[in-house]
């Protein structure tokens, strides 16, 4: 039984280059949560997702975040014009059919802006 | 007051020891709470959940939770070197139904042989 994926594991982009982070969740898990752990700092809620819906965004970052979780494939974190400030790493947790259950994390996607 | 809050330690114990890791958390949290694992560049591993007043026993790891006095800890019996990581206490924000997690600034925890 797979756990969380995400793809890429690292990811290195110049200033203003777009980033796109990808996230399965667990086999039977319908609920996808992105956070974010700057460095030496906690982790950060994001946003919360459902299959093509989007529950809660009150952690996202006004501008140039946006989060999707399509019908079919992952859901993408996409950051467009990367800023050095968005250097962190990025967790994509999912759990199975309601909300309030455990939340299991991915390996997380470490990005790194030039 | 943080809706989740950590000593960022470090705490250091022997080896064999019993680690204390403590959280406090205000009235903006749900009464759901987690302990997840971290080692250094690793992503967050589960390691026990509570929900209600009293102790949680899973081998060599206690949580206990105490709504009275708002707080919940995490007792490692037998502590081991491989113990030595990042402890972060989350809860679930609001009702608890919003699926947001809120978690702690995490303490460090170092075993030493």
């Known amino acids: 039984n797979a756990g969380v994926m995400q793809n890429p594991r690292h990811l290195v982009r110049r200033r203003g280059q777009e980033a796109r982070l990808r996230c399965s969740p667990m086999?039977?898990?319908?609920?996808v949560y992105w956070y974010r752990q700057l460095p030496e700092e906690g982790l950060k809620f994001m946003v919360y997702?459902?299959?093509?819906?989007?529950?809660?965004e009150s952690g996202m970052p006004k501008e140039r975040f946006s989060a999707e979780f399509p019908k079919e494939g992952p859901s993408i974190l996409r950051i467009q014009q990367v800023v050095r400030g968005d250097s962190a790493a990025y967790f994509c947790?999912?759990?199975?059919?309601?909300?309030?259950?455990?939340?299991?994390f991915g390996p997380g996607t470490r990005l790194l802006v030039l | 007051q943080k809706e989740v809050e950590q000593n960022s330690g470090p705490l250091s114990v022997p080896e064999g020891a019993i680690a204390s890791l403590n959280c406090t958390y205000s009235?903006?949290?749900?009464?759901?709470f987690f302990w997840y694992r971290q080692y250094s560049g690793k992503s967050p591993e589960l390691i026990m959940s509570?929900?209600?007043?009293g102790d949680k026993e899973d081998g060599r790891f206690t949580a206990q939770l105490n709504k009275a006095s708002q707080y919940v800890s995490l007792l490692i019996r037998d502590s081991q070197p491989s113990d030595s990581a990042t402890y972060l206490c989350?809860?679930?924000?609001?009702?608890?139904?919003?699926?947001?997690?809120?978690f702690g600034q995490g303490t460090t925890l170092q075993v030493k042989p």
């Open positions: 086999k039977g898990h319908s609920h």
């Open positions: 989350a809860s679930l924000s609001g009702s608890g139904n919003t699926g947001k997690l809120i």
């Open positions: 947790a999912s759990s199975p059919s309601i909300a309030g259950e455990t939340q299991y």
């Open positions: 997702l459902q299959k093509e819906n989007i529950i809660d």
């Open positions: 509570i929900y209600s007043n």
């Open positions: 009235d903006r949290v749900s009464q759901s």
